[in-house]
């Protein structure tokens, strides 16, 4: 007979999974350089790396999946973008902020008070349609290449958001990323744990410096080792573990050029800038794995126009709140994202609604079919690019 399979895992994160105590564990350890032979240095726990850190590309990746996965969860590689290719980027995102500008209008932000910075929500986009010769040198950078292959495979989708934190911009509060991260607080224990688990190995988060970035201007809050706490998308939303991260995280000076990459579940933040003079312009890549989609192109506005005289009839006939979630979530696109976060955004909340939840309220409303069909074109044209 076969042996029975043992429990190694939770299936669930409970209460008793968001303990101080046990995080407080996990991230108070010592980086040892020793662990790490590619690295050149570790500074406030974090592994440092030179831009051609080693001849044997295998070897290297194969410790930066250690060192973002078990290790600190955070390494910085100096003089990673070239500086001439940086100032040209730069000049391009500063022309593209003056339109934002003349433009008017308020830019969210995920997890910053709306207008005190400045935001290029798809800034990779921008940039290409703005400066094509720029875009392709800046991205061209192998060093991006190296990391991205490393946590995510041979093929990776690059999206990135430019954040310039003015003079007396405030610090962020810690949080993780993509996806799990932007998740309501109230759904997240609705997803089983193996998904914690898997929600950082989809994406990358990344930093480029696009100017120097001493302590006094704010560079990013880090919390090195966070990102093994299995409850951490739980528990990042609660007091004591905010303040934790104030009395506990690490902020590196960065010179023009550097980069830093981090596990997405690495409790990180913006820090304050406190300097009189500093533009602490930086441009925050999220990479994607290209895995991330259904099989099947749907169109699902289409299906939800189609499906909801018969969804308002069901709930007109008594059927349960569950009942109708189920038939919505098999209709209509349950994430908010991807979207145009110009015209779609995050003002208020960690993300705009979903097309799930804008088909639940309309049934909570009992809106008839023409005045969900406004709707649901006006989201639709908002996540256009």
Wanted: hydrophobic fraction near 45%; proline fraction near 6%; charge should be negative.
């Amino acid at each position: 007979m076969a042996a029975p399979l043992t429990r190694s895992e939770p299936e669930w994160i409970v209460e008793s999974d968001c303990s101080l105590r046990d995080f407080q564990a996990q991230v108070t350890r010592a980086t040892d350089l020793a662990d790490y032979p590619h690295a050149v240095d570790v500074r406030s726990n974090v592994l440092v790396y030179a831009a051609d850190a080693g001849a044997d590309r295998r070897a290297l990746q194969s410790e930066l999946i250690r060192a973002l996965t078990h290790g600190p969860g955070v390494v910085v590689f100096e003089g990673a973008f070239d500086h001439g290719v940086l100032d040209r980027a730069s000049a391009a995102f500063d022309d593209i902020i003056a339109a934002q500008h003349a433009a008017g209008g308020a830019v969210g932000d995920h997890f910053g008070k709306t207008g005190a910075n400045d935001r290029i929500w798809n800034a990779a986009q921008k940039l290409a349609l703005h400066a094509p010769e720029v875009f392709a040198q800046y991205y061209s950078a192998d060093t991006l290449a190296l990391v991205s292959q490393a946590w995510l495979g041979p093929r990776y989708q690059v999206t990135s958001q430019v954040n310039v934190v003015n003079p007396g911009g405030a610090a962020q509060v810690p949080h993780r990323d993509y996806h799990l991260g932007f998740v309501d607080a109230d759904q997240l224990a609705d997803y089983p744990a193996h998904l914690h688990r898997l929600s950082p190995a989809l994406t990358l988060q990344g930093a480029v410096a696009h100017c120097d970035m001493p302590l006094e201007s704010g560079p990013t809050m880090l919390l090195p080792y966070s990102q093994g706490f299995e409850a951490g998308y739980i528990a990042f939303h609660r007091p004591e573990f905010i303040d934790f991260f104030a009395a506990h995280q690490v902020q590196l000076p960065l010179h023009k050029g550097d980069a830093v990459f981090f596990n997405p579940a690495l409790y990180h933040g913006a820090g304050q800038n406190v300097s009189a003079d500093i533009r602490r312009m930086a441009n925050l890549l999220q990479i994607s794995s290209p895995f991330g989609r259904a099989m099947e192109a749907l169109d699902r506005t289409a299906m939800v126009k189609a499906v909801y005289p018969a969804l308002l009839a069901m709930k007109r006939a008594g059927h349960t709140d569950r009942v109708l979630a189920n038939a919505v979530n098999a209709t209509a696109e349950g994430y908010a994202f991807p979207t145009n976060l110009d015209s779609d955004q995050p003002i208020g909340s960690l993300a705009p609604p979903s097309q799930v939840d804008t088909v639940l309220a309309a049934l909570a409303a009992e809106l008839n079919p023409d005045e969900l069909d406004t709707i649901l074109d006006q989201q639709q044209e908002r996540r256009i690019p």
